[in-house]
C-alpha cells in the first residue's frame, strides 16, 4: 500500500521567500506522485504531478517539485512567496492500477501562511 | 464547462437522520470519485467508480453509507442514518481515462454537520 507522509502541519513564510513544503512517500512499486492545493472554502485543484521522465516537475503558479528515489520524497518549492499562495497543500500517491481509476492516498495536507 | 457541482454546500442535520450528497461530474469525464475530509483522517476516498460501476467502495466506512451513480451525469452519496462522527467535508471529483486521469477535478465540497 502506498502512503505520502507531509512534514508539519503548519508553514509560515514571508512574503518573497523560499517556499518548502516537504513530502516523503512510501511504495512499493515506482509511484506517481501528485501535489494539490486548496483555497479555502473550494475543492482541490491539481499543482503538478510526476509520473515518469524528466525528476524536476514544474506546476503552475511558479510551484516545482523534484522526485527523489534514493529519499523517497518530492517536496513541492517555489523561490518566492506571493500573498496569494496562502492555501493548504496536499501531496497524494497514485497506486497506478493499470486499467484501473486513479486511486490517489493523500497526506494530511500542510498549511501554508504567508506574512507580509 | 461548469465543472463539479455539488450540492448542497451546506447540509446540517440532527443524528439519525438521513443525508443525501449529490454530485454532478464534468461532461465527459468517466471517473467519479467521492472523498472525505475531516481535521483528524485528512482526505480519505470513500468509493470511486468507472462508466457509472463502482470500482472500489472499500474506504465506505460502514453500513450506513451507500453511493450510487445511476446514470454519467450524477450520483449520490446517502448516509442512512447520520451520527456526529460523520461530520466533515464531502468531496466529489471526477477524471477522464482518454486525458491525465490522474488529474481529478474536485467540486467545492458538501460540509455535513450532524448534531
Known amino acids: 500500500a502506498q502512503s505520502v507522509t507531509q512534514l508539519g502541519s503548519h508553514v509560515s513564510v514571508s512574503e518573497g521567500a523560499l517556499v518548502l513544503l516537504r513530502c516523503n512517500y512510501s511504495s512499493s512499486v515506482p509511484p506517481y506522485l501528485f501535489w494539490y492545493v486548496q483555497y479555502p472554502n473550494q475543492g482541490l485543484q491539481l499543482l503538478l504531478k510526476?509520473?515518469?521522465?524528466?525528476?524536476l516537475v514544474k506546476g503552475i503558479n511558479g510551484f516545482e517539485a523534484e522526485f527523489k528515489k534514493s529519499e523517497t520524497s518530492f517536496h513541492l518549492t517555489k523561490p518566492s512567496a506571493h500573498m496569494s499562495d496562502a492555501a493548504e497543500y496536499f501531496c497524494a500517491v497514485s497506486d497506478r492500477v493499470t486499467g484501473g481509476g486513479n486511486k490517489l492516498t493523500f497526506g494530511t495536507g500542510t498549511q501554508l501562511k504567508v506574512e507580509l | 464547462d461548469a465543472g463539479v457541482i455539488q450540492s448542497p454546500r451546506h447540509e446540517v442535520t440532527e443524528m439519525g437522520q438521513e443525508v443525501t450528497l449529490r454530485c454532478k461530474p464534468i461532461?465527459?469525464?468517466?471517473?467519479l470519485f467521492w472523498y472525505r475530509q475531516t481535521m483528524m483522517r485528512g482526505l480519505e476516498l470513500l468509493i470511486y467508480f468507472n462508466n457509472n460501476v463502482p470500482i472500489d467502495d472499500s474506504g465506505m466506512p460502514e453500513d450506513r453509507f451507500s453511493a450510487k451513480m445511476p446514470n454519467a451525469s450524477f450520483s449520490t452519496l446517502k448516509i442512512q442514518p447520520s451520527e456526529p462522527r460523520d461530520s466533515a467535508v464531502y468531496f466529489c471529483a471526477s477524471s477522464f481515462t482518454e486525458g491525465a486521469r490522474e488529474k481529478l477535478f474536485f467540486g467545492s465540497g458538501t460540509q455535513l454537520s450532524v448534531l
Open positions: 461532461s465527459g469525464h468517466d471517473y
Open positions: 510526476y509520473t515518469t521522465g524528466a525528476t
